[in-house]
Every structure is written in structure tokens, then in C-alpha cells.
């Protein structure tokens, strides 16, 4: 008569999910900065609605505009508190405000879902490299908007704050010209792989 005994394993051995350590690395890292993006996006979306607030409402003298920026607290003597401005004034600086950040809560909302989809693993597909592309041109897009409030205001007469030429904004139109490419660059690249696919 035999006896069998069955040793139950010191350790368990951990799933095998077909990913290497490099893509868990990815994976999580970009879960860390999908979060960090999101918070980004909802800091920016609040400081954008504080602004608006604040521009139409304020009447105090601690939010100050002059030829060279706008200013809290203190002002050079050329500046002008912001409540002093009459209505259509701010009206007009209100919109500049929505067009100054908007790209940049498209940007970070683009970011968070670029980083989001690596997260789930979809690094090389065809919505990453399409959330690729848009981060290129709302980058683009931050970098104009400058400029383009700049001929508006000037055009209308409502320019305070003639500041607007940075070297950031070339700098930024660069980069997002870049990413433009390399996502149209992704895409190709995704469309091979595709055609090869349903090839074999």
C-alpha cells in the first residue's frame, strides 16, 4: 500500500499575464501620471473659473493690469485696478482669458488620456496615436494664442497688456509641431502593423 503526500508550494507563483517588467513599469507609471494630469486639468479648470469671477465682479484694487502684465497686490504706478475697467472691457478681457487657457486644459485633458490609455496598455494603437496628435496641436494652439489675442485687442482698441511676444511660445509651437509629426508618425506606423496583420 502506497501513501501519497502532497506538499503545498512555500510560494505561490504569480500569475502570468504575458507582460514584461518593462510594460508593468509603463503601465504604472502612466496610471501615476494619468492622476496627476487629472489633477492638473481640474486646478486649471478652477483658476480659469476664478479668473472669470473675478474679472467680472471684483471692484477692489488688489487685481491690477498694465502695459506689462497683470499684477495681484501691488502694481507699477502705470497700472490700472482691473474693477476700475468698464464693463465691455473686462467683458473682452474675460474672453481673452477662455482663449488664453483653453489650450491648456485641452492640453492636460489630452495628456491624461494619452496616459490613460498606456495605463490599460494601449500604447501603440491607433486612439493613442491619435491622443498624441492633439497634444501636438493643442500645444500649437498655446502658442498662437498669444498672438492672436494680441491682433484682436490691438484691432479693437482694448489692449492694456501689450506683453504678449515670449520666447515659451515659440519654443512651445516647436515641440507641438514635433508631436504633430511624431503622432502622424504613430499612426503610420499603426497602419502597417494593420495591413501586415491582416496580411498573415
Avoid at 83 to 99: E, F, N, Q, T, W
Avoid at 131 to 158: D, K, Q
Wanted: charged content about 15%; hydrophobic content about 50%; overall charge positive.
Amino acid at each position: 500500500m502506497a501513501t501519497v503526500v502532497k506538499f503545498r508550494p512555500i510560494v505561490d507563483a504569480a500569475p502570468d499575464t504575458g507582460e514584461t517588467a518593462a510594460q508593468r513599469r509603463v503601465r504604472l507609471g502612466s496610471r501615476g501620471l494619468s492622476v496627476l494630469f487629472t489633477l492638473l486639468l481640474g486646478v486649471s479648470a478652477a483658476i480659469l473659473v476664478t479668473a472669470l469671477i473675478t474679472m467680472l465682479f471684483y471692484k477692489g484694487e488688489l487685481v491690477r493690469i498694465g502695459p506689462d502684465n497683470c499684477y495681484i497686490g501691488e502694481g507699477p504706478p502705470n497700472s490700472v485696478a482691473f474693477g476700475s475697467l468698464p464693463l465691455p472691457h473686462r467683458l473682452v478681457y474675460c474672453v481673452v482669458a477662455i482663449v488664453r487657457a483653453t489650450p491648456i486644459i485641452m492640453l492636460f485633458a489630452s495628456l491624461r488620456t494619452l496616459f490613460g490609455l498606456y495605463a490599460k496598455g494601449q500604447v501603440f494603437s491607433r486612439a493613442a496615436a491619435e491622443s498624441f496628435g492633439r497634444i501636438g496641436g493643442w500645444l500649437c494652439a498655446y502658442a498662437l494664442s498669444p498672438f492672436v489675442c494680441h491682433l484682436a485687442l490691438s484691432a479693437t482698441g482694448y489692449e492694456i497688456d501689450k506683453n504678449w511676444a515670449h520666447m515659451a511660445s515659440v519654443q512651445a509651437f516647436v515641440l507641438g509641431l514635433l508631436v504633430l509629426v511624431i503622432g502622424q508618425v504613430m499612426r503610420v506606423g499603426r497602419e502597417i502593423e494593420e495591413d501586415r496583420e491582416a496580411f498573415v
